[in-house]
């Protein structure tokens, strides 16, 4: 749920639907709550002093369970759930009720992820928005060079991760996992290496030509953060100074006390090999990880 106030930077909904970061973890918008009751007959009231002459309401409410209740202290035929003229709004928070009426193309109606106006109707996974909003909060941006670009995204089934790079222009992407991977409509740019990651590490460690080749580093695979780290380190020959470097910290624990400690001790060791370290929990993140990012060191021999 996302409440937009009159001060609110992000104006309206017509921009929260845009915002790939946002969308996708929203069902419902509440926007014009400018009215404050105390009591759900006290925003019921209000509704009533606040109602246009002869505007119909289509009443929207949350928790939706206040619904019925603020209908029934209505007048009559004051409401209805398709013919309507207005849109009311009454948004139970803390021992108070927000509240507001507007036109119905002032508000967005409808669970976003069930609507054809929400960005998740795309054909892609909502993986590619994990790592799209990862990199904003980053603030990586590609340099105009970026089709001569190599990335290896480690754990990279369905194929999301791959699919966000080969869209920013990466020029070849090494997408590894043993799961199935999407690499159609990619040109040949993405190549799914049907192995582990520490597979397809070795393989182009074995390789001369393959020495600081890697632009980017992602790792989204589903492992402890200290072997996610292992594999990092493993890969620090063919990882370029300055690549940009995602990975996910995934927590496996029974504990919280063992999750926090192998979660602090291994973005101490990640900032020993990646400048500007950041640790953040993204929107799209689970609660049960975070999502680190950095650029490669020049690693001393």
Same mark, same amino acid.
């Given at each position: ?18 915002? *790939?970061?946002? #969308?996708? *973890? ?16 006290? /925003? /019921? ?5 606040? #109602?246009?002459a002869g505007a119909v309401l289509r009443l ?30 009454? *948004?139970?928070?803390?021992?108070? @009720? ?24 795309? $054909?892609?996974?909502?993986?590619? @928005? ?25 754990? /990279? ?18 997408? *590894?996992?043993?799961?199935e991977v999407d690499c159609s409509k990619s ?25 600081? $080749?890697?632009?980017?580093?992602? #790792? ?7 072997? $996610? ?6 890969? $620090? ?65």
């Amino acid at each position: 749920m996302l409440l937009i106030g009159g001060d609110s930077k992000l104006r309206d909904w017509q921009t929260v639907l845009n915002d *790939v970061n946002l #969308c996708h *973890v929203l069902k419902r918008i509440y926007t014009n709550l400018t009215e404050v009751a105390t009591s759900v007959e006290g /925003a /019921a009231d209000l509704l009533r002093e606040k #109602c246009p002459a002869g505007a119909v309401l289509r009443l929207q409410t949350f928790p939706s369970r206040y619904q019925k209740t603020i209908a029934d202290y209505l007048p009559e035929g004051m409401c209805h759930p398709r013919d309507y003229t207005h849109v009311a709004q009454v *948004v139970y928070i803390d021992g108070l @009720y927000l509240l507001g009426i507007c036109q119905p193309e002032e508000c967005y109606i409808g669970n976003i992820v069930e609507t054809s106006n929400g960005r998740l109707t795309d $054909s892609v996974c909502k993986a590619e @928005y994990k790592l799209a909003e990862a990199f904003r909060r980053f603030g990586f941006e590609f340099g105009e060079k970026r089709d001569e670009m190599t990335a290896i995204d480690v754990g /990279a089934s369905p194929g999301g991760w791959s699919r966000y790079l080969y869209n920013e222009g990466v020029g070849r992407i090494i997408a *590894v996992d043993k799961g199935e991977v999407d690499c159609s409509k990619s040109d040949g740019k993405i190549e799914h290496w049907d192995m582990l990651g520490q597979e397809a590490i070795q393989k182009l460690l074995e390789h001369e030509g393959h020495r600081e $080749s890697l632009d980017v580093y992602v #790792c989204d695979a589903n492992l402890p953060p200290p072997e $996610s780290l292992a594999m990092l380190r493993q890969a $620090s020959e063919l990882i370029k100074p300055g690549a940009y470097v995602v990975v996910t910290f995934k927590n496996p624990y029974k504990r919280k006390a063992d999750w926090y400690k192998a979660k602090e001790l291994s973005f101490d060791d990640f900032s020993t090999i990646c400048d500007h370290p950041t640790e953040v929990h993204l929107l799209a993140n689970t609660p049960n990880e975070t999502t680190v990012g950095g650029r490669w060191k020049k690693q001393l021999d």
